[in-house]
């Protein structure tokens, strides 16, 4: 890039320079003998810089619309999510977790995963028995589609029935990836 930009700058200042200026430094037979190799060497930069600019363009158009993409997915799928899947987010909520660890072959994750509302931060276990499970957390374009009316929650504090029903709706894997608590002997 430097290298361009010098190549740019010297070959601009050899062709638009004054005659008097050339003929002070001694430059002016240089610059009518390499005329066209001086000429060549703007074209070049000048094309070298507007490829830059174009690349850039393309990548920022090309990232807004994944973006637009995204969030539209993301709109759609909170209008449709199915028990599972809202209740797999309302652990994240019931918790008061950033990240949890859920596994990786369960549908309601893959739905949320594929559909940009999850993203998996790595951290990834492989059990025999469980199978293999990820560290994940709520992507930051879907929070603030996820509500408390979205996900069925109660308002403040949850009565004694509000209570068993979100108990009772829990996902069925989450048990069985609560870590034991260690005690000391």
Same mark, same amino acid.
């Given at each position: 890039?430097?290298?361009? *930009?010098?190549? @740019?700058?010297?070959? @601009?200042?050899?062709?638009?320079?004054?005659?008097?200026?050339?003929?002070?430094?001694?430059?002016?037979? =240089?610059?009518?003998?390499?005329?066209?190799?001086?000429? *060549?060497?703007?074209?070049?930069?000048?094309?070298?810089?507007?490829?830059?600019?174009?690349?850039?363009?393309?990548?920022?158009?090309?990232?807004?619309?994944?973006?637009?993409? +995204?969030?539209?997915?993301?709109?759609?799928?909170?209008?449709? *999510?199915?028990?599972?899947?809202?209740?797999?987010?309302?652990? =994240? =909520?019931?918790?008061?977790? +950033? %990240?949890?660890?859920?596994?990786?072959?369960? *549908?309601? @994750?893959?739905? %949320?995963?594929?559909?940009?509302?999850?993203?998996?931060?790595?951290?990834?276990?492989?059990?025999?028995?469980?199978?293999? +499970?990820?560290?994940?957390?709520?992507?930051?374009?879907?929070?603030?589609?996820?509500?408390?009316? @979205?996900?069925?929650?109660?308002?403040?504090?949850?009565?004694?029935?509000?209570?068993?029903?979100?108990?009772?709706?829990?996902?069925? =894997?989450?048990?069985?990836?609560?870590?034991?608590?260690?005690?000391?002997?």
């Amino acid at each position: 890039m430097s290298a361009m *930009l010098w190549l @740019v700058i010297v070959c @601009v200042g050899l062709m638009f320079a004054p005659q008097a200026l050339l003929q002070q430094l001694s430059l002016a037979d =240089f610059v009518m003998q390499y005329n066209f190799i001086i000429g *060549l060497g703007l074209i070049i930069g000048a094309a070298y810089f507007l490829s830059q600019l174009v690349s850039f363009i393309t990548d920022e158009s090309i990232q807004h619309l994944q973006k637009k993409r +995204t969030v539209e997915t993301i709109e759609a799928k909170v209008k449709l *999510l199915d028990p599972a899947e809202r209740a797999l987010l309302r652990e =994240f =909520f019931l918790q008061g977790a +950033t %990240l949890l660890a859920l596994p990786q072959n369960e *549908l309601a @994750v893959k739905s %949320l995963l594929e559909t940009n509302i999850l993203e998996k931060v790595g951290n990834e276990r492989h059990y025999a028995i469980q199978g293999p +499970t990820a560290e994940y957390k709520i992507s930051m374009s879907a929070r603030i589609y996820l509500n408390r009316d @979205v996900l069925r929650l109660p308002a403040g504090e949850p009565t004694p029935e509000e209570l068993s029903y979100l108990i009772k709706t829990r996902p069925h =894997f989450i048990n069985g990836l609560v870590q034991p608590r260690k005690h000391a002997a």
